[in-house]
């Protein structure tokens, strides 16, 4: 069974400041990773995600995140905060193969950016 | 922008009052989900379908909701009798899945949500 862990409920940032949003998964086999974003009284949107390749991706927005398959993490950051970033961050993991396309969601974290 | 439309966006209703939700996935995606989203319980999956069939429905109370695809157009959630437990915003989402033994880039199924519907069970 597939599972992901965002370990802060919540992230609490200054403006202008570098952010990081932790995320762990467990999976059989290589695992294709996904971020998304809520805004308030939104669905969530797609940010980005890890297929093969380069550890490091670049998604929409200036966020980023890095796949380490040593530690099973699949961090999203952003070299500076803004106010707007603030939102609900959901990680997602899904094996590869094995013909299941259900993504097992994180609970997602709270991120709030401070003026 | 391709969207995935959901009607209704805001449904009010008293306990024991059947509701169904509506959703138009993307022209030419080939999987849809409901989920439901509540503050304690997260995002909870509670159907998938693929190709139009139903294959996984197990997190679904299954002696109240029901879920269908009559038409590649159209994904409905019904819940008969609803109750209080039942209120939170219920999600649709469609993506594009590749099919074999070996899935490309295309495979990753990145999902496309709608705005979601706010349920209400007084």
């Known amino acids: 069974a597939q599972s992901v862990a965002q370990p802060e409920d919540q992230v609490n940032v200054a403006e202008g400041n570098p952010l990081t949003v932790k995320c762990t998964y467990s999976v059989s086999g290589n695992p294709y990773l996904f971020w998304y974003v809520q805004y308030p009284n939104r669905g969530l949107q797609f940010l980005l995600k890890y297929i093969t390749g380069d550890n490091l991706v670049k998604g929409s927005y200036g966020f980023e995140a890095e796949f380490n398959k040593s530690q099973t993490s699949f961090h999203l950051k952003k070299p500076s905060a803004l106010v707007s970033d603030s939102a609900l961050y959901f990680c997602a993991v899904r094996p590869r193969g094995g013909g299941s396309y259900i993504p097992t969601f994180g609970r997602g974290t709270s991120l709030i950016v401070h003026p | 922008d391709a969207r995935v439309t959901q009607t209704p966006r805001h449904k009010v209703t008293e306990m024991g009052q059947e509701v169904t939700m509506r959703c138009q996935p993307i022209l030419g995606h080939n999987t849809v989900f409901w989920y439901r989203q509540t503050m304690m319980q997260g995002l909870e999956l509670l159907a998938y379908f693929r190709n139009r069939a139903p294959l996984d429905d197990s997190g679904m109370p299954k002696d109240r909701f029901s879920a269908e695809m009559p038409d590649a157009t159209l994904a409905t959630l019904k819940i008969q009798p609803s109750e209080p437990r039942d209120s939170a915003v219920y999600f649709c989402?469609?993506?594009?899945?590749?099919?074999?033994?070996?899935?490309?880039?295309?495979?990753?199924?990145?999902?496309?949500f709608g705005a979601g519907s706010r349920l209400t069970v007084l």
């Open positions: 989402a469609s993506g594009w899945a590749g099919t074999g033994a070996f899935d490309g880039s295309s495979g990753a199924n990145v999902l496309t």
